[in-house]
């Protein structure tokens, strides 16, 4: 379960809770496929890794207007 960064934190910045799920989740999967040896096989890393991610702001959602 992802206590660090808080969730809230990241809501505020993605926009949304629904904007972290979708977000993480994407960078979750695309560190999964992409750089497996950073992971060294663990999925809730892959979670936790996204989402300190974009908790740094290295990672962004796009936006529609």
């Given at each position: 379960?992802?206590f660090?960064?808080?969730?809230?934190?990241?809501?505020?910045l993605?926009?949304?809770?629904y904007?972290?799920?979708i977000?993480?989740?994407a960078?979750?999967k695309?560190l999964?496929n992409k750089?497996?040896?950073?992971?060294?096989?663990?999925?809730n890393?892959?979670?936790d890794?996204?989402?300190?991610?974009?908790?740094r702001?290295?990672?962004?959602?796009v936006?529609?207007?």
């Amino acid at each position: 379960m992802l206590f660090e960064p808080p969730i809230d934190e990241l809501a505020k910045l993605a926009g949304c809770r629904y904007a972290v799920a979708i977000i993480v989740g994407a960078r979750a999967k695309d560190l999964e496929n992409k750089i497996p040896t950073l992971l060294n096989g663990s999925a809730n890393l892959a979670i936790d890794y996204a989402a300190n991610e974009l908790f740094r702001g290295e990672v962004v959602g796009v936006q529609s207007k």
